[in-house]
């Protein structure tokens, strides 16, 4: 987990003490249990001591548990009321159920819906059934750069709010952005085509799934939706062919019932495609 960048420590209306509680806060993951200081402080890369000072606020304001046997924490229902909460408000959730289970039926895949946490994705609904391969639930994150959810989200941001995720992912990545950044500008030129974004075994080897963006009118979002199944269940060529154009029509009918943005016009599309353009936008050259 990454700290607060230069621009932001020298900001002075940020709160560097609530930044690093609520990193702590997101260091637990489903299905984690416990976590111990050291835990902890491995994976918000924060200073033992420094959270060992945190958990011990957090404890007082009822948002973690400790439990003494095994000197470590767990997330106290005052924490997970934050979650239900964000998760009550999010009415795309509840309308776009109907319809991912629809879709569900049809394909046989696992539909989901998620929004931007960071460099990844978190998932806030799920439709899976007893699709085989597919164990992700709500609370899951996923990672943003190789996945079909998160292709669909970068490339339905703000020119300007996309570069600066790129060049976050960029550093994020390291050594390994120049793979991240072709998937990504394959993905770019797929959206911009198509309207939904492929990913055939790159963020998982058996795992095949499309993304499409949900893009609304009330300055929240976007969020993106995906359907993924096993490899052999979803071919690349039924990926193109059968569950991109059904994901399509899916997201296109939410955003109507919800009132939201009609889908890009053939001329926003011919600014993503390729000659260049694609390119030069995911090495966040504007």
């Known amino acids: 987990m990454k700290r607060p960048g230069k621009k932001v420590a020298t900001d002075r209306s940020f709160v560097v003490a609530l930044s690093r509680g609520l990193d702590v806060l997101r260091a637990f993951r489903p299905n984690d249990g416990l976590l111990g200081n050291q835990e902890i402080a491995a994976r918000t890369n924060l200073p033992k001591p420094t959270v060992s000072r945190l958990t011990y606020t957090l404890t007082k304001l009822g948002y973690l548990t ?24 999010l009415g795309v959730r509840h309308l776009s159920e109907p319809f991912r289970e629809e879709v569900m039926r049809e394909t046989g895949g696992a539909v989901a819906v998620g929004g931007r946490d960071r460099t990844s994705m978190i998932y806030f609904g799920q439709s899976r059934g007893m699709t085989l391969g597919v164990q992700l639930d709500v609370g ?19 020119p300007d709010e996309r570069a600066a995720l790129l060049r976050e992912l960029r550093e994020h990545y390291g050594s390994r952005w120049p793979k991240m950044r072709d998937g990504m500008e394959r993905a770019g030129e797929t959206v911009a085509k198509l309207g939904f974004a492929i990913s055939a075994g790159e963020w998982h080897d058996d795992i095949h799934a499309v993304g499409v963006a949900l893009k609304l009118n009330d300055g929240t979002g ?27 029509a899916m997201v296109r009918n939410i955003e109507a019932a919800l009132g939201g943005a009609a889908p890009q016009s053939k001329k926003d599309n011919k600014k ?8 030069r936008v995911v090495e966040g050259i504007r």
């Open 66 to 89: 400790p439990v003494p046997r095994f000197e470590k924490y767990q997330l106290a229902p005052s924490a997970m009321s934050l979650g239900y909460a964000a998760l009550a408000n």
């Open 140 to 158: 899951s994150r996923i990672p943003i750069a190789t996945t079909a959810m998160g292709r669909a989200y970068i490339w339905a941001l703000p």
């Open 222 to 248: 976007p969020y993106a939706f995906n359907c993924g199944a096993p490899a052999f269940r979803f071919t690349e060529d039924r990926l193109r062919n059968d569950i991109g154009p059904r994901l399509v």
């Open 272 to 279: 993503l495609k390729s000659g260049g353009k694609v390119a």
